[in-house]
Structure formats: C-alpha cells, structure tokens
C-alpha cells in the first residue's frame, strides 16, 4: 500500500512570503556563515499546524473528514511576525523561526483542532506544546547566531509591521526530492466561523 508523507500548514501570502525574504537577506548580510544553510524556498515556506508523518490512502480519507469536521465553525484571524527566534539557542542554533504573536490564543485553538482530528484517526497526539511559527532555515550543523545578527533582522520585521490573515488550513503531500521537498495541495477548507467579535 502506498504512503504518503503529510502535514496541515497554512499557506502564506506571496506578500508575506516576500517580505520574509527580506529578513532572510538582512539576516545573511549580518551572518553570512547562514548563507549556505537549508533556507525554505519562498514557495515552500508556511505555519505548520502538525505534521502526521507517513499516511496510507485510507488514513489521508480519514485525516481529510476529520479536518473537514475540525475546523467547521472556526473564524479567519490574523497574525502578526514578532521577530525571529534561534531554536533552541542562539550558542547554538539548529533552525532560525519567524515568531508569530498569538495573544487571543486563536493560532493555539486552531493547531489544536488538527490535533485532535488527528487523534481521532489514530494518529498520535502532539508531544510539544504549540508554539506558532514559520521555519525559515534548518542548519547542517548546529551553529552560534549573534545577538547583533538576531536583533538586525528583528528590527526589519519591526519595520515591515509584518501581519498575515489566516483564512484557510491545508493539508499537504510532501515528496522529498534532491533539490528539497515539493509540496502538493491535497485539500483546502476556508476557515469561516463568525468574526471572533461577534462570539463575545
């Protein structure tokens, strides 16, 4: 039986993708040792909701009502990037993360919905607390991140005023490839609940 390697994201906007190709530049140019690491290609790059490994046929049916049943009711918000964030230390970074802000907890009530979708179809359930965030770039090997480099790069997304609206949640195929993963759209659902003023 085939498999298929999967995880629920949301997609980001070819203006937020943009502007974080600019932190990505700012970045480089205060680190240049980065410039070589696994950055995420601008297409590739999204906020991961959870990953659900490798999928037969009949689990990504499952996983797919499940979502579609999850996420019924839950209202388009938006976010906003908060800085950047050397995980899990700057002395020594394995990934750099865009931080996004969540003071309503509404990224945390959407991850987890998909968590508990995934339960439901006999998936395991998320071992790590939420922390909403958009991967940037994956080091080869661990590596020092300076303060002055993290801070020049805050001080672009400072700038930018960086905000995103999260109005759909997609669950991806993801195929690894020599150049780095392709990603196909396996199923969209538009999040269209009441404006969350409107439930108070």
């Known amino acids: 039986m085939s498999q298929t390697r999967?995880?629920?994201?949301?997609?980001?906007?070819?203006?937020?993708?943009?502007?974080?190709v600019e932190v990505h530049s700012s970045l480089v140019a205060q680190a240049p040792e980065w410039g070589g690491e696994k950055w995420?290609?601008?297409?590739?790059?999204?906020?991961?909701?959870?990953f659900l490994g490798s999928l037969s046929d009949d689990d990504v049916a499952r996983v797919r009502a499940g979502l579609r049943e999850a996420l019924a009711g839950m209202p388009p918000f938006s976010a906003e990037v908060t800085g950047l964030a050397a995980v899990p230390r700057p002395s020594r970074a394995s990934m750099v993360w865009a931080r996004l802000g969540d003071p309503d907890g509404r990224c945390a009530e959407l991850a987890a919905r998909v968590d508990s979708a995934a339960i439901a179809c006999g998936l395991p359930a998320e071992a790590r607390p939420f922390a909403p965030h958009i991967t940037l770039v994956r080091a080869r090997k661990p590596r020092a991140l300076s303060h002055e480099s993290l801070?020049?790069?805050?001080?672009?997304?400072?700038?930018?005023?960086?905000?995103?609206?999260?109005?759909s949640v997609t669950l991806f195929a993801s195929t690894l490839t020599r150049t780095g993963p392709v990603y196909e759209i396996v199923e969209s659902w538009a999040l269209s609940g009441p404006p969350a003023d409107a439930q108070e």
């Open 6 to 20: 999967c995880f629920v994201a949301v997609e980001l906007s070819d203006e937020v993708r943009a502007r974080l």
């Open 40 to 50: 995420v290609a601008p297409q590739n790059v999204h906020l991961t909701l959870k």
């Open 151 to 167: 801070t020049s790069a805050d001080t672009v997304v400072e700038r930018q005023r960086l905000s995103m609206s999260v109005l």
